[in-house]
C-alpha cells in the first residue's frame, strides 16, 4: 500500500485521501435500512451497510471520472456524469450477472 501512495499523482492522494476521511452517519444509516426493512436495524448492521455504500459511492465517482474524461469536461462532476455514471453500473451489473446464466 505505501508503494501505491507513494506513486499516487497530488490530485489522487486528494482524492484518497477525502475518501479515507468520509464517512456516513450510521444513525441516519441505521434509520433508513430500519424504515426499508420495516424493523430494527442492529449497530452492526448499520456499520455493514454504510461501508459497502461508501463503496458504491465511491465506485460512481470513479465512473463519473471516466464519464467526464470520455466528454473531454473538466472542473467539477456535474449531475449528468452522475447520471451516466450510474446508468452504466446498472448495465454492467445486469449484464455481469446474465453472464454466469448463460453459461
Not at 5 to 24: K, P
Not at 41 to 64: D, L, P, R
Not at 86 to 91: G, M, P
Request: aromatic share 8%; net charge positive; glycine share 4%.
Amino acid at each position: 500500500m505505501k508503494i501505491l501512495l507513494e506513486n499516487f499523482s497530488d490530485d489522487q492522494l486528494q482524492r484518497y485521501e477525502g475518501y479515507r476521511r468520509s464517512a456516513l452517519n450510521r444513525t441516519n444509516v441505521k434509520r433508513l435500512v430500519s424504515q426499508v426493512l420495516n424493523q430494527q436495524c442492529s449497530q452492526t448492521m448499520a456499520f455493514v451497510v454504510a461501508g459497502f455504500s461508501k463503496v458504491y459511492v465511491g465506485e460512481i465517482i470513479e465512473k463519473a471520472r471516466e464519464v467526464m474524461e470520455e466528454w473531454n469536461h473538466t472542473g467539477a462532476i456535474r449531475p449528468e456524469h452522475l447520471r451516466e455514471a450510474h446508468r452504466r453500473y446498472k448495465t454492467n451489473r445486469v449484464t455481469s450477472s446474465t453472464l454466469g446464466r448463460k453459461l
